[in-house]
């Protein structure tokens, strides 16, 4: 059984970088086939898919956060990582790392974490 | 890109079927069958219940079932009870490569 776990600081500033990292176990991350995903959710809203990466490094980005995002991948670690640069207050959300089959659906999902942006 | 367009809130009562719709476009659930569905209880992460629009992964009930039909894609839950009042959320691949999920759908098991 796969198992995900986000991990990184609760409490970000504004203007400065959200870098969070996602351990999986109980899987490789280089199995071929699969995507590494990140999704939000903000306060009592609904998901926002923010992008994912293939063990190879190929990455694709929400176009909204496109320019403030980099993801990637730590294969000796069988982790991967987020960092969205000049946060705002609108990026204060529950985060969530997702194996994704293909580009297509997400099977298994960590438990989130919340991150607020604030001074 | 806009989110696929779900209904805010269905009920239902114990023992009936309701339905959850999802609209998209032609560049997402028109055009492939790369629709998913989750369920979300509160404080808790999503879990996938539907995926490629009709298969149920394994341990999930066979009371859940999806299709689809043009650009709109349904979530049945038949035989409700109330272990299944939760939100629900579609999710579509789109042509540009991205996924799109829906608002969400809050169900209510009176």
């Known amino acids: 059984q796969v198992q995900l776990q986000e991990s990184g600081p609760g409490l970000v500033k504004p203007s400065q970088t959200l870098s969070l990292t996602c351990n999986v176990s109980?899987?490789?991350?280089?199995?071929?086939?699969?995507?590494w995903s990140w999704i939000r959710q903000h306060p009592g809203k609904g998901l926002e898919w923010i992008g994912h990466?293939?063990?190879?490094?190929?990455?694709y980005y929400n176009p909204s956060l496109k320019s403030r995002l980099t993801m990637s991948v730590e294969m000796s670690k069988n982790q991967f990582s987020l960092k969205l640069t000049s946060v705002t207050a609108a990026d204060t959300a529950v985060y969530y790392c997702?194996?994704?089959?293909?580009?297509?659906?997400?099977?298994?999902w960590g438990q989130g974490i919340l991150v607020t942006v604030s001074s | 890109q806009s989110a696929l367009t779900q209904p805010a809130s269905v009920s239902g009562s114990p023992g009936q079927s309701i339905t959850i719709s999802c609209t998209g476009t032609s560049s997402d659930i028109g055009v492939y069958g790369y629709v998913s569905w989750y369920q979300q209880h509160p404080g808790k992460g999503p879990k996938l219940i539907i995926y490629?629009?009709?298969n149920r992964p394994s341990g999930v009930s066979n009371r859940f079932s999806g299709s689809k039909s043009g650009n709109t894609a349904s979530l049945t839950i038949s035989g409700l009870q109330a272990e299944d009042e939760a939100d629900y959320y579609c999710s579509s691949y789109t042509t540009s490569s991205t996924v799109l999920f829906g608002g969400g759908t809050k169900l209510t098991v009176l």
């Open positions: 490629n629009i009709s």
């Open positions: 990466i293939y063990y190879g490094g190929s990455t």
């Open positions: 997702a194996r994704t089959y293909g580009s297509y659906y997400f099977d298994f």
């Open positions: 109980g899987g490789s991350i280089n199995r071929g086939g699969y995507y």
